[in-house]
């Protein structure tokens, strides 16, 4: 009777230590969160406060997959929060809902198609502005930009508005231990996600590589031309082409440990596979700025710049003129900066 008291109360203490444990998780996801947010405000302010930078499509397309940051992360904040709450009332902070599990697959699954179709936008033009150089000025228009990248966000939504369609076709579970993609029979659109980001990472990998050859040959034609101009000019888009490919190289080798990390979980329902991942994603979009700085010589001296003007003038203020000389057409005098 003594020993099953004692493993009782065993169980118990072991129970609670969990408990506490998972909240201390759920806080360290919040405050990660938070710090995530402020690295990604901190990158859109550098590319809008400037005004080469916000000219270039390639940053462009790296707003637009900050803008995906932030839409997973404040919807992982309000997700965050529930699990508060919940272990507030009951003393269990983990995923134990079906619909929880379902929003924390949406959500997961709308930014890696933004990201994923974003990298595809980033090498796609850059492979045309290196393969035509002088008529690439009027393949990619404003308007042309505008449209891909509002397709990256109608794909997105398109695996949403499936997982949403397997939501009422098929039953939900009544008890669920953790998260799965069995739930809902949501494996089938992760499987064909999946087998789109495989050949999305095969076409970029393919793009760079023959856009390194074409780079060479071109080069080697204008310099036997001696064309000083446009020697200079194509160097530029070739280095802006590094650039787009070490960034892009940075964003594979973080994202297709996490993508793994992520499956593992799913299909095994092991928590440690899911806090592995979340700290590594979240490490790693921390970073970015640090990345881009380290990359790119224009961030790096916008950022510089941005740091120095900061000290005097408040940072609410460099977001709003930076958004009006985004919005403005750029032609004229900053139009070849743009490439």
């Known amino acids: 009777m003594t020993e099953e008291l004692r493993a009782e109360v065993n169980t118990s203490l072991s129970s609670a230590d969990r408990a506490v444990g998972g909240l201390g998780f759920v806080g360290l996801q919040f405050g990660l969160t938070l710090l995530v947010c402020a690295s990604s405000g901190l990158i859109v302010v550098t590319i809008l406060r400037n005004v080469s930078l916000s000219s270039q499509y390639f940053f462009w397309y790296l707003l637009n997959f900050v803008a995906s940051i932030f839409v997973f992360r404040l919807a992982y904040l309000a997700l965050t929060i529930g699990l508060l709450r919940k272990f507030a009332g009951t003393g269990i902070s983990l995923v134990s809902s079906p619909d929880v599990c379902l929003f924390y697959l949406m959500i997961g699954s709308f930014y890696r198609a933004v990201m994923h179709m974003s990298v595809l936008l980033i090498a796609l033009e850059r492979y045309i502005t290196i393969l035509k150089p002088l008529t690439h000025c009027y393949i990619l228009t404003d308007k042309r930009i505008k449209y891909s990248i509002a397709s990256t966000w109608f794909i997105a ?24 993609i069995e739930i809902y029979g949501i494996w089938k659109i992760y499987v064909s996600q999946m087998t789109v980001s495989i050949l999305v990472f095969i076409s970029v990998l393919a793009m760079y590589m023959h856009l390194h050859v074409i780079g060479r040959k071109h080069l080697r034609i204008i310099e036997a031309e001696r064309r000083i101009f446009s020697l200079v000019r194509y160097q530029r888009s070739l280095r802006r082409s590094k650039v787009a ?39 790693g979009q921390i970073s970015q700025p640090a990345f881009y700085a380290l990359f790119s010589s224009e961030f790096r001296k916008a950022l510089k710049k941005l740091m120095k003007q900061s000290a005097v003038q408040p940072l609410g203020d460099h977001l709003h003129v ?15 900066g743009r490439f």
């Open 157 to 180: 939504t398109c695996y949403t508005v499936g997982m949403v369609v397997h939501r009422y076709v098929y039953d939900a579970p009544g008890v669920i231990a953790g998260c799965n």
């Open 245 to 283: 490919f070490m960034i892009t190289l940075q964003i594979f080798c973080l994202e297709v440990p996490v993508y793994i990390l992520t499956m593992m979980y799913l299909m095994k329902a092991g928590q440690l596979y899911a806090k592995y991942a979340f700290l590594l994603i979240s490490l």
């Open 322 to 336: 930076g958004s009006g000389r985004f919005r403005r057409d750029l032609r004229g005098e900053d139009a070849p």
